[in-house]
């Protein structure tokens, strides 16, 4: 039986769907408005790991992650690049895509766009108003009335009278309590706006999701996820918003991906180290470099705060590739997971006990050390099953432990030189193999003497 730990109730929490056999799922996504970052893509890998998970335990999936395309930041860039809005953010999904393409994301079953649901968060806002929740003010803004709403806070644990004006929230004449936070915008000069009973405007940015994952999913949701920081206050509005309108729960789970800090600081545009996914990458092998990372962002447990350093990057990396090795020197063979295995069962509860992939990972080392001992090509077939279960360990092992040089001249000069060197030692003319290795090796290829003759890798 699958675990959750809930942040709203904060336990873990055995999961049970609302429809018997199926999921709904939602997760906050990206304003694209700029390359997302590395912690970015920690939650976005995250989810995807749990999309993966829930799939392969024969769940019915519909995972929605909506794309932010209008706000106050993409209207900034915008005029800052002196482009339309349009362009700029068709160019940013675009290269959105790309990158979580080389982070092996599997495309959400729905991608929605804000500009596409101005409806939908129309009507809730509505609702919200005919039942007491909302007002409209006399700046052409809607608010919500938090305190209106009785559950404010279950979510972050805040308290209302807690939350002091000045400190965490904006004081704004024009609301009845510094705490509401706004609806609907009015329109200002040369930015986009919508027609609406309250006058020309655009929405605010909690209510977003509150109405695309009521569209897209109904009124009561099994899990929604984001990161940590969204907890409060974008997650806590959407409770107020959803279950404000509709009267009803609005998430079953909640789920909340942790920091991921750089170098053990917590990223800061002040201390210049927020680095995008896309710099990153551009630093790593083109081959490796996309697993390595996905590899790395999973490898700590979700609720649990990671470290990124260069070295802690590359440890990862390492760690990846034994588990490659083990593949490209054991052929797997085509298997289907066989549950009741004592390495499979272990890798399911872990999985089962909150997505607890460090001791998943666990799992696959210890499976990949029993391949290396019994050269078993039905065991080296599991670890790749059970890696792929997590979008892991899905490339040719031979292509991916090489690296970017495999191929073409290079691949053909690297075996030659290879051949070369085991001429050498059967003349005995160990200098020139000795000569051999060590140009490789200055080059950024270690060769590997085995039983089975010699490989290579990537340093």
């Given at each position: 039986?699958?675990?959750?730990?809930?942040?709203?109730?904060?336990?873990?929490?055995?999961?049970?769907?609302?429809?018997?056999?199926?999921?709904?799922?939602?997760?906050?996504?990206?304003?694209?408005?700029?390359?997302?970052?590395?912690?970015?893509?920690?939650?976005?890998?995250?989810?995807?790991?749990?999309?993966?998970?829930?799939?392969?335990?024969?769940?019915?999936?519909?995972?929605?992650?909506?794309?932010?395309?209008?706000?106050?930041?993409?209207?900034?860039?915008?005029?800052?690049?002196?482009?339309?809005?349009?362009?700029?953010?068709?160019?940013?999904?675009?290269?959105?895509?790309?990158?979580?393409?080389?982070?092996?994301?599997?495309?959400?079953?729905?991608?929605?766009?804000?500009?596409?649901?101005?409806?939908?968060?129309?009507?809730?806002?509505?609702?919200?108003?005919?039942?007491?929740?909302?007002?409209?003010?006399?700046?052409?803004?809607?608010?919500?009335?938090?305190?209106?709403?009785?559950?404010?806070?279950?979510?972050?644990?805040?308290?209302?009278?807690?939350?002091?004006?000045?400190?965490?929230?904006?004081?704004?004449?024009?609301?009845?309590?510094?705490?509401?936070?706004?609806?609907?915008?009015?329109?200002?000069?040369?930015?986009?706006?919508?027609?609406?009973?309250?006058?020309?405007?655009?929405?605010?940015?909690?209510?977003?999701?509150?109405?695309?994952?009521?569209?897209?999913?109904?009124?009561?949701?099994?899990?929604?996820?984001?990161?940590?920081?969204?907890?409060?206050?974008?997650?806590?509005?959407?409770?107020?918003?959803?279950?404000?309108?509709?009267?009803?729960?609005?998430?079953?789970?909640?789920?909340?991906?942790?920091?991921?800090?750089?170098?053990?600081?917590?990223?800061?545009?002040?201390?210049?180290?927020?680095?995008?996914?896309?710099?990153?990458?551009?630093?790593?092998?083109?081959?490796?470099?996309?697993e390595v990372v996905r590899f790395f962002l999973l490898r700590g447990h979700y609720r649990s705060e990671i470290?990124?350093?260069?070295?802690?990057?590359?440890?990862?990396?390492?760690?990846?590739?034994?588990?490659?090795?083990?593949?490209?020197?054991?052929?797997?063979?085509?298997?289907?997971?066989?549950?009741?295995?004592?390495?499979?069962?272990?890798?399911?509860?872990?999985?089962?006990?909150?997505?607890?992939?460090?001791?998943?990972?666990?799992?696959?080392?210890?499976?990949?050390?029993?391949?290396?001992?019994?050269?078993?090509?039905?065991?080296?077939?599991?670890?790749?099953?059970?890696?792929?279960?997590?979008?892991?360990?899905?490339?040719?092992?031979?292509?991916?432990?090489?690296?970017?040089?495999?191929?073409?001249?290079?691949?053909?000069?690297?075996?030659?030189?290879?051949?070369?060197?085991?001429?050498?030692?059967?003349?005995?003319?160990?200098?020139?193999?000795?000569?051999?290795?060590?140009?490789?090796?200055?080059?950024?290829?270690?060769?590997?003497?085995?039983?089975?003759?010699?490989?290579?890798?990537?340093?």
């Amino acid at each position: 039986m699958l675990k959750i730990h809930n942040s709203l109730s904060r336990k873990k929490e055995e999961f049970v769907p609302i429809e018997p056999g199926k999921v709904r799922m939602y997760v906050c996504g990206l304003t694209v408005y700029d390359y997302f970052h590395i912690g970015n893509a920690r939650t976005l890998t995250v989810f995807d790991m749990v999309y993966r998970w829930l799939r392969s335990e024969g769940f019915d999936v519909k995972y929605v992650r909506n794309i932010t395309d209008v706000d106050d930041k993409i209207i900034d860039r915008a005029n800052k690049n002196n482009e339309p809005i349009e362009s700029l953010t068709a160019r940013m999904v675009a290269a959105m895509h790309e990158d979580t393409d080389r982070l092996l994301l599997l495309r959400p079953s729905s991608e929605p766009r804000a500009t596409g649901h101005i409806d939908d968060m129309l009507s809730m806002i509505g609702r919200l108003v005919e039942r007491g929740k909302a007002y409209p003010a006399d700046n052409g803004d809607v608010y919500y009335a938090v305190r209106e709403f009785p559950g404010y806070g279950k979510l972050s644990g805040k308290a209302i009278d807690d939350l002091r004006a000045g400190e965490r929230v904006a004081v704004d004449s024009h609301k009845r309590d510094p705490l509401d936070f706004v609806l609907w915008k009015a329109a200002k000069p040369h930015e986009p706006h919508w027609h609406s009973h309250y006058g020309e405007g655009r929405p605010g940015w909690h209510i977003e999701c509150s109405a695309m994952s009521h569209a897209e999913l109904g009124e009561t949701i099994d899990i929604h996820g984001g990161g940590w920081d969204l907890q409060f206050p974008h997650h806590e509005n959407e409770i107020a918003q959803s279950e404000g309108a509709s009267g009803r729960p609005f998430v079953n789970y909640w789920m909340h991906a942790a920091f991921l800090n750089m170098d053990n600081e917590k990223m800061s545009k002040s201390l210049g180290n927020v680095f995008t996914t896309r710099e990153i990458l551009a630093k790593l092998d083109a081959v490796q470099g996309g697993e390595v990372v996905r590899f790395f962002l999973l490898r700590g447990h979700y609720r649990s705060e990671i470290n990124y350093t260069w070295d802690t990057l590359q440890d990862a990396r390492n760690s990846l590739l034994a588990l490659y090795t083990a593949l490209r020197d054991v052929t797997p063979a085509d298997v289907a997971i066989d549950w009741s295995n004592p390495f499979a069962a272990r890798f399911r509860d872990a999985m089962n006990d909150d997505f607890n992939t460090p001791n998943a990972f666990a799992v696959l080392h210890e499976l990949r050390g029993e391949v290396n001992r019994t050269r078993s090509h039905e065991l080296s077939g599991l670890l790749r099953a059970l890696g792929g279960t997590l979008g892991l360990l899905s490339q040719d092992p031979r292509a991916f432990v090489h690296g970017a040089v495999a191929g073409g001249d290079d691949a053909a000069r690297i075996e030659a030189a290879i051949q070369a060197r085991i001429d050498a030692k059967k003349a005995r003319n160990f200098a020139e193999a000795d000569r051999i290795r060590d140009e490789l090796k200055a080059q950024g290829i270690v060769l590997e003497d085995g039983a089975g003759g010699t490989t290579w890798r990537r340093a």
